[in-house]
């Protein structure tokens, strides 16, 4: 009779395999954390699992990548592309909230399928209200924005995802650590020291946290800014995803 694999070893084999989607991974230790009973392990494996919007959940810092903000448009007779956009072309009232750092609030299975799209080409991610703010950027006489956008580089989404999956092997070293050889499974105690050593349930520690959801292309997001616990929105109209 072949032994009985434990969750952990389960759990080890499918992280190791850099071929495996994140998601189902992560619904194993959505599992894992139950029967452990941690709740901020199963909060941090749904949380990536569901994505960060909508939620009191501050974005993780392993989600805050370099992107640049560009529009396209027209400036006379001539078109122009992902022309970088300066502080000074948004609003006032966006200036804060927009920039060359993106935070990624999506799922992770979202990203991997964004990383995956375009392996040679950047990723357009729309900001909040973007249609909107391009008719006011508009108000320049001397061009006309029609879209406005991030451009992230694919490597800097398979970052994001290598962090996540980082973690979950630092997850299953330090349970390893934690438990004697022949248990099967942790108990809560050993969860709870594993946790102590990693930094899987992370997020920003600055007083002012901005959160920037995204959308492809043209789509529509939002965007929030979190300052402590008290939500403060960027655009007062904005609606969820």
Known sequence: MRPRRSRVDR???????ASRPLAPILRQVIALGGHAHSEPLRTWALRELQGYEGTDVPIPDYRRIPAPLV??????RFRFRQQPVSVFDLPDFAREALGDVLRLGQ?????????ARRPDQSVQLAPAMAAELA??????????????YWAVHPSALEGVLDQVRTRLVELVGELRAAMPYGQH?????????????????TGDNSSVTVTAPVAVA???????????K???RVFPWISGM
């Open 107 to 115: 799922s992770v299975g979202q990203i991997e399928s964004l990383s």
């Open 185 to 201: 499974d942790p108990t809560p105690d050993q969860v709870a020291q594993a946790l102590q050593n990693i930094s899987i349930i």
């Open 230 to 232: 008290t939500t403060r």
């Open 11 to 17: 759990l080890e084999d499918d992280v190791l395999d």
């Open 218 to 228: 043209d789509r529509h997001g939002s965007a929030r800014a979190e300052i402590g």
């Open 135 to 148: 008719v006011i950027m508009s108000q320049d006489p001397s061009r006309q924005v029609l879209r406005l």
């Open 71 to 76: 529009m396209d448009g027209l400036a006379g």
